[in-house]
DNA sequence: TATAAATACAACCATTTGGTTGTGCAAACT
DNA sequence: AGTTTGCACAACCAAATGGTTGTATTTATA
């Protein structure tokens, strides 16, 4: 975790090793993702046409499981993968968040170029 | 670049070794990110309340630079580092695209179920 | 029952990551 | 002119990343 004081807020930045900006940066497991998103599938069929060994595969899938992005369920001896998308809410609030601040720049500029220009 | 067939689909993936997935990837630059969308600031500036020395802080810039999350002019004997939010697209799109495939899904299945109950 | 399929586990390896310290150098302030 | 500030460059280091190969185990299938 890390904490500091920035702007005069208390900013409070929970660093898990494991989490979704994790998950997504590499291109191979965003492939993954985007695999599952179409619905469920198992190692096997997830491997389908990435050219890289099964436990490449497994490696990667291991660590999506540990980022919380995707579910695992034993099925006879597969196992299903399944994507779990809401996970993305948190990269798509942070993205918000970044774009929100850097609006805010402009509309305070707007205000004390509006505010010189009364006087 | 990373290029294969998926549900009828010619996929392709640019994938360079720095992109703004990887520029978000570590909570440390995503914090500088953050910083740098209130405005402008240069290294030494951007250091400050993060327990780090110096250089660490300035191996996060450069590698944000070559991802192209910022841009740096130099001022001086300083090195102003601003934020090019419009690169957070690039996120919000993949995140998007993923999310869509998701719901699709369900659509799927909901015009399966209807076209059984018709019979 | 033999074989194939799906996967787990382990060891190994090169490269990258995320940090450190030390040195040097030009720009700006006193 | 001397000192501080801002930063670049280099060397170093432990740990993580992203891959490999080999072996073993369990579950289906022919």
Redesign the pocket.
Known sequence: MVVFIFDNHLVVFMVE??DVF?AI?????RIIIQKLSRGPL??????VDL?????????????LNECGMIS?T????????EARIERLEEVMDWVAKSRELWSQRFEKLDRFLNETKKR
Chains 1, 2 share one sequence.
Do not use: F, L, W, Y
């Open positions: 090793r494991r994790q940066a590499d291109p191979t497991r198992n190692i096997a069929q997830i491997g050219e890289m060994s099964r436990q490449a595969i497994a490696k990667h899938i291991k660590i695992m034993q099925k006879g001896r597969e196992q299903v993968c």
